[in-house]
């Protein structure tokens, strides 16, 4: 138990972190790029938020929830997506009382109480952007294609853009009963839990899994087939947008995402090459959930993409970070007396922020160079009785195995320039 952590989570060791820092600065300058700012949440929130901004029918709240009383006997849960969370701050902060629209991204842990298994995992990480205050197409364009410009700068390229529009209050309703219509005779050959949705929300049968319920629906009424006029119009001004800025997509009548709180555009980006999990990117418009979480009519518009979904994308198409080797240095002695003079050089070196290393194991000086080369030092700095005596020291240049001595007291000029 001591050693072994909880099934669905992950180490991130320090060859791993750096895959992780290198996408997240890419997600950084990428947002930045396209004017969203970041925003920081707590990991957990009162249960009531998830429950309210989620769905109670989405299987979110009704099964994947890590929800626990706390000691104040409060009802808490881990967050499980990032939505619910901002469009709490955006209230609770009145963001709204702004200039509009406001743009914002986070990126940051997910809780999921799931089946874990490749690409799943209870706890999982999110870059997620929401838009608020605006019903303009042209903010839908926007955010899908921060979505795509993200996978193409990583260079990924076999993506498929699927979109859809689940319609509004006005036209859900129309849809929700000629679904049931259609459904009506067939109820005995749905599963359980479609037979529960067909009451509480039939529109979420479209996202079963099971091969006989899909069967079922898939000659049912579509909800882009009962949209109303101006959810129409919506929607094909997305598509043209998309269009004229080039992005390929696909519509996908089938799209209405596991969440309640869609209205309007839906999509997602599927990837080849990961199996069963192939959706790496979820969004949509929820022009009512700011109102539904208690605050003004207020239109957004978001998505999330998982992170580990994405970097294992990566790995299976070959896709290496492009990470710059960074030059450091490391400074070998050889006895207690060089080893205080070695330290306090480390240290000057560090302090003109030059990456320097040293031995703290009592290795020979042999052992030493050996290990310069397992930490990839760029150069090793020999200081031996002679060398301090004379106020110098030698520089090993590990790539070229050349060495020659340079003056201590022009050491740090020297590596600088070294280094550039
Ligand atoms: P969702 O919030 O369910 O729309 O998911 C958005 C994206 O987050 C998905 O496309 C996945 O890439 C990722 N994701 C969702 N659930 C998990 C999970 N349990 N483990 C890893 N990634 C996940």
């Known amino acids: 138990m001591l050693t072994k952590r909880p099934r669905g989570t992950n180490d991130f060791l320090p060859d791993d972190t750096i895959k992780w820092?290198?996408?997240?600065?890419?997600?950084?300058?990428?947002?930045?790029?396209?004017?969203?700012?970041?925003?920081?949440?707590?990991?957990?929130?009162?249960?009531?938020?998830?429950?309210?901004?989620?769905?109670?029918?989405?299987?979110?709240?009704?099964?994947?929830?890590?929800?626990?009383?706390?000691?104040?006997?409060?009802?808490?849960t881990l967050r499980p997506e990032g939505?619910?969370?901002?469009?709490?701050?955006?209230?609770?902060?009145?963001?709204?009382?702004?200039?509009?629209?406001?743009?914002?991204?986070?990126v940051?842990?997910?809780?999921?109480?799931?089946?874990?298994?490749?690409?799943?995992?209870?706890?999982?990480?999110?870059?997620?952007?929401?838009?608020?205050?605006?019903?303009?197409?042209?903010?839908?364009?926007e955010v899908i294609t921060l979505a795509m410009e993200l996978l193409n700068r990583l260079g990924l390229d076999q993506l498929a853009l699927h979109i859809n529009s689940v319609g509004c209050p006005e036209c859900r309703p129309i849809h929700k009963q000629e679904l049931k219509k259609y459904l009506e005779d067939s109820l005995d050959k749905l599963c359980d839990t479609c037979r529960q949705r067909y009451e509480k929300n039939?529109?979420?049968?479209?996202?079963?899994?099971?091969?006989?319920?899909?069967?079922?629906?898939?000659?049912?009424?579509?909800?882009?087939?009962?949209?109303?006029?101006?959810?129409?119009?919506?929607?094909?001004?997305?598509?043209?947008?998309?269009?004229?800025?080039g992005v390929s997509y696909e519509v996908d009548e089938g799209l209405v995402r596991g969440l309640d709180y869609y209205t309007?555009?839906?999509f997602e980006i599927l990837v080849e090459g990961i199996g069963a999990q192939s959706a790496?990117?979820?969004?949509?418009?929820?022009?009512?959930?700011?109102e539904q979480c208690g605050g003004p009519d207020i239109p957004g518009i978001g998505f999330a993409i998982g992170l580990e979904r994405l970097l294992m994308t990566l790995d299976i198409h070959g896709?290496?970070?492009?990470?710059?080797?960074?030059?450091?240095?490391?400074?070998?002695?050889?006895?207690?007396?060089?080893?205080?003079?070695?330290?306090?050089?480390?240290?000057?070196?560090?302090?003109?922020?030059?990456?320097?290393?040293?031995?703290?194991?009592?290795?020979?000086?042999?052992a030493q160079l050996k290990y310069a080369d397992k930490l990839d030092a760029t150069y090793t700095l020999i200081l031996g009785e002679e060398e301090l005596q004379k106020g110098k020291v030698t520089l090993r240049d590990m790539l070229k195995g050349e060495q020659h001595e340079v003056m201590l007291e022009n050491l740090i000029d020297y590596c600088k320039k070294l280094i550039k």
């Not at 049912?220 to 043209?240: G, I, K, M, Y």
């Open 21 to 76: 820092q290198w996408l997240e600065e890419k997600i950084r300058d990428l947002c930045s790029d396209f004017g969203y700012g970041e925003i920081r949440t707590p990991t957990f929130e009162h249960t009531e938020l998830f429950i309210r901004g989620v769905g109670e029918t989405t299987d979110i709240v009704e099964k994947e929830m890590y929800t626990f009383l706390d000691k104040g006997e409060r009802s808490i």
């Open 83 to 106: 939505t619910a969370s901002v469009v709490r701050a955006f209230l609770e902060h009145k963001i709204y009382s702004k200039a509009q629209p406001t743009k914002m991204y986070y």
């Open 108 to 141: 940051g842990p997910m809780y999921r109480y799931d089946r874990p298994q490749a690409g799943r995992y209870r706890q999982f990480h999110q870059f997620g952007v929401e838009a608020f205050g605006s019903i303009d197409p042209a903010i839908d364009a």
């Open 202 to 245: 039939p529109l979420r049968i479209f996202d079963c899994k099971s091969k006989e319920c899909q069967e079922l629906i898939k000659d049912a009424p579509s909800v882009t087939s009962c949209l109303c006029e101006e959810c129409r119009q919506h929607f094909d001004q997305v598509c043209n947008i998309l269009n004229s800025l």
């Open 264 to 266: 309007r555009t839906t």
């Open 280 to 290: 790496i990117c979820g969004g949509g418009r929820y022009d009512k959930l700011v």
């Open 319 to 366: 896709i290496k970070p492009d990470i710059p080797k960074s030059k450091k240095f490391f400074m070998a002695y050889v006895s207690d007396e060089t080893k205080i003079e070695a330290t306090k050089l480390v240290n000057e070196l560090r302090q003109n922020r030059l990456a320097a290393d040293m031995d703290y194991m009592g290795r020979s000086l042999k």
